[in-house]
């Protein structure tokens, strides 16, 4: 089946220590989203890679990063992680293009400790 | 920017009845309207969503309708039934093309059998 696939679906990490998340897609989408998520809040969109193009939000911290070595797969790396980036991340998808409703399927998403 | 507003954040409901969660936006030219449900260590899942040219749409138990007169739309889910309790997620893309969601704050459905 066709899908977002994020690994690991738990992390657990010391204060400080470099983390990163995977992303995988089956759906051969354009679009990759990476979503902060606190506890009862909702997603919080930190960036987003149209194909190749990165694009990050204005208010997106600076220990935060992304790559996209191809197609499928996106990772987020936080540098130094402090105990206010422990949460939930999500990692989505979309067709994209300038004609298309951009419906978004998301992945598990994965929880990040941090200790 | 575009800015979504949900109402409410909590609501219970006995099984077998009807729930409605509402949702406004500012930005008229937000065009596309997804509803998300998600249930608890699981990310959100799209249940339903509606395009600015249509003012109703239903899928089985689920329902959504737009007002894009008054800038709102809505969620009705009846015969609600244990396995619909989650946070439900409305959203709103601001322009044709833009590929970033806006979310609302969420509701937390609870169906009580």
């Known amino acids: 089946d066709a899908m977002v696939i994020q690994n690991p679906r738990y992390q657990v990490t010391q204060f400080g220590k470099p983390v990163t998340l995977s992303c995988s897609q089956t759906?051969?989408?354009?679009?990759m989203y990476w979503y902060q998520q606190k506890s009862s809040q909702a997603p919080k969109l930190l960036f987003h890679?149209?194909?190749?193009?990165?694009?990050n939000e204005a208010d997106t911290p600076d220990n935060f990063q992304s790559r996209r070595p191809n197609t499928s797969f996106c990772f987020l790396d936080i540098r130094s992680p402090g105990l206010g980036d422990a949460a939930m991340y999500l990692c989505?998808?979309?067709?994209?293009?300038?004609?298309?409703?951009?419906?978004?399927?998301f992945g598990p998403g994965t929880r990040l400790t941090v200790l | 920017g575009e800015n979504v507003e949900q109402h409410p954040s909590t609501l219970s409901v006995q099984e077998g009845d009807s729930a409605v969660i509402k949702c406004t936006y500012s930005?008229?030219?937000?065009?596309?309207f997804p509803w998300y449900k998600q249930e608890l260590g699981k990310g959100p899942q799209l249940i339903i969503d509606?395009?600015?040219?249509?003012g109703e749409k239903k899928d089985q138990r689920i329902a959504v309708t737009l007002n894009k007169t008054a800038k709102h739309f809505s969620l009705h889910i009846t015969e609600t039934q244990p396995e619909d309790s989650a946070v439900y997620f409305c959203?709103?893309?601001?322009?044709?093309?833009?590929?970033?969601?806006?979310f609302g704050t969420g509701t937390r459905l609870t169906i009580i059998p």
């Open positions: 930005d008229s030219a937000s065009n596309y």
């Open positions: 890679y149209y194909d190749k193009d990165f694009n």
């Open positions: 959203a709103a893309l601001p322009n044709f093309g833009n590929e970033k969601l806006t």
């Open positions: 989505a998808t979309s067709r994209g293009g300038a004609v298309t409703y951009n419906e978004q399927f």
């Open positions: 509606i395009r600015s040219n249509v």
């Open positions: 759906l051969n989408h354009n679009v």
